[in-house]
């Protein structure tokens, strides 16, 4: 690699760098808000990445969850390269086609009425918290809080932190805003008692992954969707990690055979491309008009483009069948795993979001995956979380099951 010129903003001048200096320049000036791994990510293809040494790794963190389609998917490429040759951005003040036809699409495959596009899940969620309130405001109620789960994870703006049910993410952030309560997952008794007067809505991850790989029981959602109709009050079912496949239905809460008034997406509907989306009833979404929520980047041309064809590739490529088969392959391969080494307590999880509950910390064994070859990462500290790409091939799931049971084997000596 030829030597470049850094700007160093300590020093106030310019140096000579070549290769080996690539970590001084996010040191210098990105914002220390990540915990890094060690590894400098420049090409991916398919299931596999490469870093800047030309070391290639299977890539099961997917973006966490975001590269649905994996890396350079050519149906992908083609059709953004024309789309940033068409338009790039238009206001919403404008009609968008492109952004009319992913609505409509994902109000088909949903069941849901209305489509309101962000940029990202913290967005989707927060835009749901509000729509919750300002449909009950709308009817003249007084009903504004919204119970959700603890170990849950909703996002890291205000009101999404404070709607996660996990103290780490709220240190150092107060005041945070009043109204959220939080109850343990699977449990209705729990959730029934902490119902009030001013309860606006249930939020809930159907199957929680920052938390540790937990899932919301079919019967338990079912009994939540029963008690919000008999309450009157609003169920909002966060998918922004289960959405789009990654359980094996193109919806986690189809596994229950539930509806929710509220549902959110990102992460993989875009397939890399930032999109978020908000998804309601007709009578829930009636309440923003013009004005009440806004996104100046929300459902752009590209945007929208990418996740047209994302929901295009998994129709034409049968994804939701391909999740199934390997996510089978995988569960039965970590189960036999688990079945050799004492210290794995559990694997849980759903398609191809899958963990493996520890009796030790996870830190080291995820490092000593990425040093052979293989990226996971982890759902807390004693869980080891795996997203492959919903189009990973039968060889890749193989190849993978071979890395870790190398790296347990060493594990236990």
Known sequence: MAASMLYNPIGHKWMRIGKASLTLRRMNALMNTYARFPLTLVRGQGSKVWDDAGKAYLDFISGIAVNTLGHAHPQLVAAISEQVATMLHCSNLFHIPKQQQLAAKLATLSGLAEVFFSNSGAEANEGAIKLARKYFFDQGSDRRGIISATRSFHGRLLSTLTATGQDKVKHGFDPLPPGFGHV??????????????????????????????????????????????????????????????????????????????????????????????????????????????????????????????????????????????????????????????????????????????????????????????????????????????????????????????????????
């Open 184 to 413: 343990p997952l699977n449990d209705i008794d729990a959730l029934r008692a902490a119902i009030r007067a001013d309860t606006a809505a249930i939020l809930l991850e159907p199957l929680q992954g920052e938390g540790g790989v937990n899932i919301a029981h079919p019967e338990y959602l079912q009994a939540v969707r029963k008690l919000c109709d008999e309450e009157g009050i609003l169920l909002i079912l966060d998918e922004i990690q289960t959405g789009m496949g990654r359980t094996g239905t193109m919806f986690a809460f189809e596994h229950a055979g539930i509806q929710p008034d509220i549902l959110t997406l990102a992460k993989g509907l875009g397939g890399g491309v930032p999109i978020g989306a908000l998804l309601a009833t007709e009578k829930v979404a009636a309440s923003f008009g013009p004005g009440t929520h806004g996104s100046t980047f929300g459902g752009n041309p590209l945007s929208c483009t990418a996740a047209l064809t994302v929901i295009d590739v998994m129709e034409k490529e049968s994804l939701l069948l391909n999740v199934a088969a390997r996510g089978e392959q995988l569960l039965q391969g970590l189960l036999a795993l688990s079945a050799s080494f004492d210290w794995i307590d559990e694997v849980r999880g759903q398609g191809l979001l899958l963990g493996l509950a520890c009796s030790l910390e996870v830190a080291p064994i995820i490092t000593a995956c990425r040093d052979a070859g293989l990226l996971v990462l982890a759902a807390g500290p004693d869980v080891i979380r795996i997203l492959p790409p919903l189009n990973v091939s039968a060889a890749d799931i193989d190849e993978a099951l071979g890395v870790l049971e190398e790296v347990f084997t060493e594990v236990n000596q």
